[in-house]
């Protein structure tokens, strides 16, 4: 149904226009309920007519109507983004029980993502009560048949990854690998997914992270001349690719080569890693990347595609 279509996208606009408002008042310890909108830089409140999704930042030219002051693009990005991922949910699953449920789904886990990216925290009013709803949307059997205790392994074991490499991160490198907020992330992305879906998620949201932050890690370790981690890790990489292509090697009538050369390209990466490592202990001022936008979006992946996702998951 189009008109249904049109009604849910632009529902999901408005609810966009409040998870913004949403995060921000969270992250300044406001009540974020009853007040009224306000500009963040003159105080003068908004009108409703300059307060209209998206269409209200066009026809302001992105500026505050009384003081002129920039509007920032994260309210119409976000916005629009609700409104799609609204729209989405409604073709997918139309009107239903299912619908309702990920319509606030999507709506916690942008306010995490914004509250992350902003400031690197999750606030627990937002984490928390995912796990009991995704308990909850399994019980009823709204994932698909006899997810409720895959749920409940799902959630044990997002709780546990991030705790167990938070600590791992202790104590190699002297700093937690993850926030508090991640655990609870993870444990309410299986509370919803279960766990096959969690690890796929996991798996993906490393490979983003990776994508983003590599770069970033590389250009600190230039910026402190810090050319021993550079080194190592142009190192681990060589042992990664050779180890990656070691398997053709053994097509050569030559295994014993092929051991040789990964057992060496183990050892490589074993020296660099512990270089690296060795590094961030002395150096204990990293860059920290948020984790939760990228779970966040390894999540609605899962949430839109998970049967093409499901395909690609061994076991
Ligand atoms: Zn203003």
Redesign the pocket.
């Known amino acids: 149904m189009m008109i249904y279509s049109i009604y849910f996208f632009v529902i999901g606009l408005i609810v966009g226009s409040f998870l913004n408002v949403m995060a921000l008042r969270l992250l300044s310890g406001e009540d974020f309920v009853f007040e009224r909108s306000k500009?963040p830089?003159?105080?003068?409140k908004i009108a409703w007519y300059d307060n209209i999704p998206i269409l209200s930042y066009i026809l302001l030219r992105a500026k505050?109507r009384?003081?002129?002051?920039g509007i920032s693009i994260q309210y119409p990005i976000v916005e629009l983004l609700t409104g799609l991922l609204f729209l989405f949910i409604y073709l997918n699953w139309g009107l239903s029980l299912k619908s309702v449920f990920l319509f606030v789904l999507t709506s916690l886990l942008i306010v995490i993502t914004i509250t992350d990216l902003k400031e690197e925290v999750i606030f627990d009013i937002t984490s928390i009560p995912l796990i009991p709803l995704g308990l909850l949307y399994n019980f009823l059997n709204l994932g698909g048949e006899n997810m409720l205790i895959p749920a409940i392994i799902g959630a044990i074991i997002g709780a546990a990854f991030f705790e167990i490499f938070s600590r791992i991160g202790m104590a190699t490198v002297g700093q937690y690998a993850f926030g508090g907020g991640d655990t609870i992330l993870g444990a309410a992305l299986g509370a919803w997914f279960g766990w096959k879906f969690l690890i796929a998620i996991l798996a993906m949201s490393v490979f983003f992270q990776a994508i983003y932050g590599i770069p970033i890690i590389f250009y600190n370790m230039y910026k402190r001349k810090d050319y021993a981690s550079l080194w190592a890790m142009a190192g681990l990489l060589f042992a990664m690719v050779v180890s990656f292509f070691s398997k053709y090697l053994t097509y050569l009538g030559e295994p014993l080569v092929a051991i040789f050369v990964i057992l060496m390209t183990f050892l490589l990466a074993g020296i660099c890693v512990y270089i690296i490592f060795k590094k961030m202990r002395e150096t204990q001022n990293h860059t920290m990347l948020p984790f939760g936008p990228p779970l966040v979006a390894a999540g609605f992946i899962v949430m839109f595609f998970g049967d093409y996702v499901s395909r690609y998951i061994p076991f």
């Open positions: 500009c830089n003159c105080k003068a505050c009384q003081c002129g002051k």
